[in-house]
């Protein structure tokens, strides 16, 4: 029985051009959203004054159930997709991409840091910017040891249920203690003490998944029903997460228009830290558009500015959010829906990487602290600027994937150095924007993360392939509940049928 050689017509521009919109239209629709947004918030800025905070409170709205959908789903996300990583894989490559991740997280901060300080001691922001700053906001102080003891302390919360809505925070009151002697003289000092704070305690979360991940993972076949649990449980939440992603260029859209009416004096602001917000922007556009491309290109040898592109509707969210936490979802859904990364390598990067991994953040609080140090015409020995580089790349690790964490952050580093702490509030009226620009490198940056940690643990995705399944590294996949469910993992029996038809 012959076959008759079918001649497929040629494709018509027109087709071409819609099959595109529509392989696109999430992209297309997020980036209109973010025009419309910048557009509607100009023009409402005509009739509405800055301080009618009521007008924009319900021009949020549909934003605000935006941030609260995505919120709500990081704290199942994290718990499901860590667990259920780490359980599908064996201890040694889940010991290798551990490994490889801390050596990722840790140069590529310590560059984003270096690529700062290079910046800001060329241009000299300090130095040529308006010498009369306003001041807006109130700083926040931070102990430097404290902070870092909380870090710590987190990891290992006392209670996990408390742990999803509450973190554990060091504060310090001034207490006044009598001297025994004739005089009765007294001193003052701090007393800490340890309370807790709002807010979901997402490192101690990961630390206990990643452990419980790993004691299922050594259970054998007796560990197998919670492993197809999580993982099915992990897969119900994706699909909520899919749902939600249709609905945030809505929300995307009355975020940023809310955003551009709430600034009092945009030209003013911009004028007086235009130096400053230049030097921020270059060093995030060298660390995302030149060094991070060419680690990954250097180690995939891909190119990574299609994976850029594929990336586009987690930047646009980030964007708008300033919160790589609440990204989180849409991240883990562009890495494996568009970039193919391996689910397992996802579910274990992405929510550590927007955790942990905060290249924009350390960039933004060195160059932050040299500026303060220019403006108040303070000159940093060598030994102080390798402070300022080390306690940055620390100090980012500690901040909270949430909009302006790095401000709190930043106050550990120039006590660290002794710079003012209340010269925070010169760079308060544009950290807004800032913010933004920043968390969208830091969610790239975990991006390609993901995408090297996958090349470098995994292998070639071409060794993963097999006729009846799916082989990555030596670990079968045919029992997990991701194979079951993919029909592209499946083997064609439709076509193998017609195969023997034929002969």
């Not at 709002?198 to 419980?212: D, W």
Request: neutral net charge.
């Amino acid at each position: 029985m012959g076959y008759e050689e079918v001649v497929m017509p040629p494709v018509r521009r027109r087709g071409r051009c819609s099959q595109f919109i529509i392989d696109n239209l999430l992209i297309i629709m997020m980036i209109v959203a973010v025009a419309i947004g910048v557009g509607m918030g100009m023009g409402l800025r005509e009739h509405w004054a800055y301080y009618e905070k009521r007008k924009m409170h319900f021009l949020r709205f549909p934003g605000d159930l935006l941030m609260n959908m995505l919120k709500m789903m990081i704290l199942p996300l994290v718990f499901s997709s860590i667990i259920s990583a780490l359980a599908s894989l064996d201890i040694k490559k889940s010991g290798k991409m551990g490994i490889v991740a801390i050596i990722y997280y840790m140069s590529t901060t310590l560059i984003a840091v270096i690529i700062g300080i290079i910046l800001v001691l060329s241009i000299r922001p300090g130095e040529l910017g308006n010498s009369d700053l306003d001041r807006k906001g109130k700083e926040k102080t931070a102990n430097p040891y404290d902070a870092l003891m909380d870090l710590i302390r987190n990891c290992f919360p006392p209670n996990l249920i408390a742990a999803c809505f509450e973190k554990q925070v060091t504060s310090a009151t001034p207490t006044n203690f009598t001297i025994s002697n004739a005089t009765d003289d007294y001193v003052t000092r701090d007393v800490p003490k340890v309370g807790t704070g709002s807010g979901t305690n997402i490192l101690g979360i990961i630390v206990f998944s990643i452990f419980l991940g790993i004691i299922i993972a050594k259970m054998g076949e007796k560990g197998k029903p919670l492993v197809d649990f999580f993982e099915s449980f992990s897969l119900a939440i994706i699909k909520l997460v899919t749902l939600i992603i249709w609905y945030a260029p809505f929300g995307i859209m009355f975020l940023i228009a809310a955003k551009v009416i709430e600034m009092e004096d945009p030209a003013k602001t911009f004028t007086q830290l235009a130096y400053y917000m230049l030097t921020v922007l270059a060093g995030l556009a060298v660390h995302g558009f030149i060094v991070l491309p060419l680690i990954y290109f250097i180690v995939v040898r891909r190119n990574p500015y299609k994976f850029m592109y594929n990336m586009v509707k987690a930047l646009t969210t980030a964007l708008a959010t300033a919160s790589s936490s609440a990204t989180l979802p849409i991240t883990m859904n562009c890495l494996q829906e568009n970039n193919h990364i391996d689910e397992r390598v996802t579910k274990m990067m992405a929510p550590i990487g927007a955790t942990i991994n905060m290249d924009g953040t350390a960039l933004y609080e060195a160059v932050a602290s040299i500026f303060i140090a220019q403006y108040n015409n303070i000159t940093l020995d060598v030994g102080q600027v390798i402070i300022i580089s080390l306690t940055s790349t620390a100090a980012a690790i500690g901040a909270a994937g949430i909009p302006e964490a790095g401000l709190v952050t930043m106050t550990i580093v120039l006590t660290a150095v002794g710079l003012p702490v209340e010269d925070v509030t010169l760079i308060l009226a544009i950290d807004w924007f800032l913010d933004r620009c920043r968390t969208s490198i830091n969610v790239l940056g975990d991006s390609f993360g993901a995408g090297i940690v996958d090349r470098l643990v995994l292998g070639p995705r071409s060794n993963r392939n097999l006729d009846n399944g799916i082989m990555v590294s030596g670990i079968e996949l045919e029992d997990t509940v991701a194979y079951k469910d993919n029909k592209a993992f499946q083997p064609d029996t439709k076509s193998k049928s017609m195969e023997k038809t034929a002969l």
